[in-house]
């Protein structure tokens, strides 16, 4: 399965304020590049509190697909709690189909019907959640548009194949304010090296694409 992930990002490398709402950083191209990108992927993950703060369809403009779908796109959720809308947009866009994955003590009750809801034996890590998706749902490409929690620990799986960033003409600060890769980071010999695949300016924004290629300490990097 290839794993991808996208981020907006300011330029001291945030993905929002210490708040955790959202707000929007990206340009109109930014909004396009992203639509593209869905329209790669069979599946998109996002974290309990992305999917609380931009609850509607995780899938691509019309006039980005890719091809026809021959099924509809997975729109999962990986949630410690539960908490989060039981209607709206999210879950009534046909072109997709709901999967909620929560943690073993995680309420899952009163989604619409349609929506395919699983508990982990214990905490949902993204390892599971990748694994799940994957063997249950033939997923073979998988775009993560989260918070820097969960994309730490998708990278830490050592699943995460490229990332995409786009770097915005924002500051934004704060100690607290999420970025690229929060959770536990890593060590100097865990750390992850990166390889930039491609890159392009338009107007003030900056568009990465980089490929991982593990750590510091299994490349012998000194």
């Known amino acids: ?25 990206g340009s109109v191209r930014d909004r396009r590049q992203m639509s593209k990108l869905r329209a790669l992927a069979d599946a998109v993950l996002v974290g309990g509190q992305t999917f609380r703060n931009w609850p509607y369809p995780l899938i691509e403009d019309p006039v980005d697909e890719a091809g026809a779908r021959i099924r509809p796109v ?17 879950f009534d ?25 699983h508990h982990a034996v214990g905490e949902a890590t993204a390892e599971w959640a990748l694994g799940l998706l994957e063997r249950e749902y033939g997923i ?3 775009l ?10 998708c990278v830490d799986t050592g699943r995460v194949d ?9 500051l934004i600060g704060g100690a607290d304010a999420p970025s690229v890769a929060d959770g536990a980071g890593f060590t100097a010999d865990t750390m ?15 568009f ?3 490929r991982v290629l593990g750590s510091r300490e299994s490349l012998g990097a000194e």
């Open 162 to 170: 490229e990332l995409f960033v786009t770097v915005c003409p924002w």
């Open 208 to 210: 990465l694409r980089y």
């Open 144 to 153: 993560i548009e989260a918070g820097g929690d969960l994309i730490f620990q």
């Open 74 to 90: 997975v729109n999962a959720v990986l949630t410690r709690t539960g908490h989060g809308p039981r209607e709206g947009a999210f």
């Open 1 to 25: 399965m290839r794993v991808f992930t996208n981020s907006g990002m300011s330029l001291d490398g945030k993905l929002g304020t210490s708040a955790r709402d959202h707000v929007e950083i």
């Open 140 to 142: 073979e490409s998988l």
């Open 93 to 117: 866009d046909p072109r997709t189909q709901v999967v909620i994955l929560g943690s073993e003590g995680a309420d899952l009750s009163g989604f619409p019907a349609g929506t395919r809801t």
């Open 192 to 206: 992850r090296a990166l390889k930039l695949v491609e890159h392009r300016v338009e107007g003030d924004e900056i």
